[in-house]
Each structure stands twice: as C-alpha cells, then as structure tokens.
C-alpha cells in the first residue's frame, strides 16, 4: 500500500509539475528510509534547477553589459576612421582603411545583434498586436534587401501568393522576416527561394543550399551562440535565436529542415481568420 501510495504522489508531481515532497502514512523503517532518500533526491534537484535559473540570469546581464560596453570604443573607431578617411592617403593606405572600415561595420552588427538579444531576454514582451497583410510585409522586406543580394551575387525566387493576414506585432515580424533575410545572405550558396502559404497557420520559409550541409545541426541551429564553424565563424547564432523568441512570444513557431544540401527554415503564425 506504501509503494502504491509514493507511486501515486510520483505521478502526480510528474503530471502537475508540483515541487510536493514524498510523505508516508504508516511508519516503517525501510519504507521511510526510502522516502527520505527521494525527498533528498528532490531537493538536490531543486537546488540545481534554481542554482541554473540564476546562472542564466546572470548570463544574460552580462550580454547586455558587454554589449553595452563594447558600443562606446566602437564609436571611437569609426570617427577616427571618418577623419583619416578625409585626410590624404595613398593608395594603399586607402584600401587598408577600407578593410579596417568593412571590419568596424561587422562588429558593429555583431554587437547590435548583442544588444538586441539581450534587450528581448531580459525584457517583458510589450506587444502591439494588429491585424497585418504578412504577403505585403514580406514583400517590402525583400525590396529592401535588393542591394545586399546583388552585392553578395545572390538571387532570390519569391512566389507570390493571395493576401495572408496574420494578428501580431508588426515590428515583432519585421525583425523575424530580416533576420530571416540576413541569416540567408551570409550563408547561401546559390538561389534564395522564399514561400509564403497556409496550412493551419500562416508559415513563412527560406529555403537555400548551404556548401558544408554534413557539418550542420539542425537540433541547434537555433540555440545562441551555435555556429557550425568550431574553428571560427563570423556567425553568433544570435539572428536565428531570436527569430525563434520573437515567434514564440506571439504564440508561433520557428522550425528548420535540411535535405540533400537545401537548409530550410521555417516560422509560423496563427492566422487572422482562425483567431476570429
């Protein structure tokens, strides 16, 4: 009856996700050893889920303070960069100081994808929700992104599609659709195929081909910091973790797929027909 009655207690903690110590009802010596020894059990665990949720907090104060911190050299750089810009160089001077320029330009997305990340993990999500034309969005993203796709030689095929409304954040969607436009961008090695189409929900997908696909791991494309290069990468894994946040606090999803060289990402929303 004792077992039957800890099995039960085990249970309910398992289905009600409640912190409730095992108790006995009758008194026996190795019964109670048992139970004590589970309670313990209980509370190391306890302790170390707790011990984690304060690592974590920490962690992410420290993103903002580095992110922070690292903002004012930078400005620094870049205004003695101006002023060497407009005096007289020569020539390999000018193409050092461009090099030099393109690097500044890098750490400072590096440290703006920073600054972002650490502002939605430590901030409560204030959302503007509205209904948004998700087809017109898009759109407007890509037409603002035609500059960067030349420049990297970057050709995208986007299949228009009827009119898909969505209710969220606007600008909530907009960073999703950018970081979406940006993760593309850096790591495509050939076509970007963008969809927009309906299942259950709204779902937008970019799909292009990666050129080490073997080297990738879809299980952590989306953790912070992931990068398939061990050796060094330019990449924070920081643009698709947010993609997933922001999905998920306006009660979507973000998913990815990789097939015969074609890495496919996937995020969706509940449509505005289905909510109303």
């Known amino acids: ?19 409730q110590p095992i108790s006995l009802e009758l008194i026996n010596k190795d019964l109670n050893s048992l139970a004590v020894n589970i309670n313990k059990c209980f509370k190391a665990e306890e ?20 992110s922070h911190d690292l903002r ?3 400005t620094a750089i870049r205004g003695y960069q101006q002023l060497m810009e407009k005096g007289t160089l020569s020539e390999g001077q000018a193409q050092k100081l461009k090099i030099a ?3 500044a330009v890098e750490l400072g997305n590096l440290i703006e994808h920073f600054f972002e990340y650490s502002y939605l993990v430590n ?44 209710l969220a954040d606007r600008e909530m969607i907009t960073r999703i659709i950018q970081n979406l436009i940006r993760n593309c ?26 050129k080490d696909a073997v080297a990738i791991d879809v299980k952590q494309l989306f953790d912070r910091f992931y990068t398939s290069d ?44 289905r909510l109303y």
Do not use: W
């Open 1 to 19: 009856m004792q077992l039957r009655n800890i099995n039960r207690q085990l249970t309910k903690r398992l289905a009600e996700h409640t912190r």
């Open 47 to 66: 302790n170390l889920r707790l011990d984690g949720i304060r690592e974590e907090k920490r962690f992410k104060e420290l993103i903002a303070n580095i």
């Open 72 to 74: 004012t050299p930078l």
């Open 101 to 103: 320029q393109k690097h």
């Open 123 to 166: 901030a409560e999500p204030v959302l503007n929700i509205e209904r948004i034309n998700l087809t017109n969005l898009v759109t407007q993203c890509l037409a603002q992104s035609v500059n960067s796709f030349e420049a990297n030689n970057l050709t995208v095929n986007f299949e228009e599609t009827p009119s898909i409304h969505i």
């Open 185 to 210: 961008t850096q790591y495509s090695a050939g076509e970007i195929r963008v969809q927009l189409y309906t299942t259950l929900n709204a779902v937008i997908s970019f799909s292009n081909p990666v």
């Open 230 to 273: 061990k050796a060094r990468s330019k990449s924070t894994g920081l643009g698709l973790s947010i993609v997933k946040l922001l999905s998920e606090q306006m009660r979507g999803s973000a998913s990815v797929l990789l097939e015969d060289g074609i890495i496919k990402i996937s995020v969706e929303f509940p449509l505005y027909e």
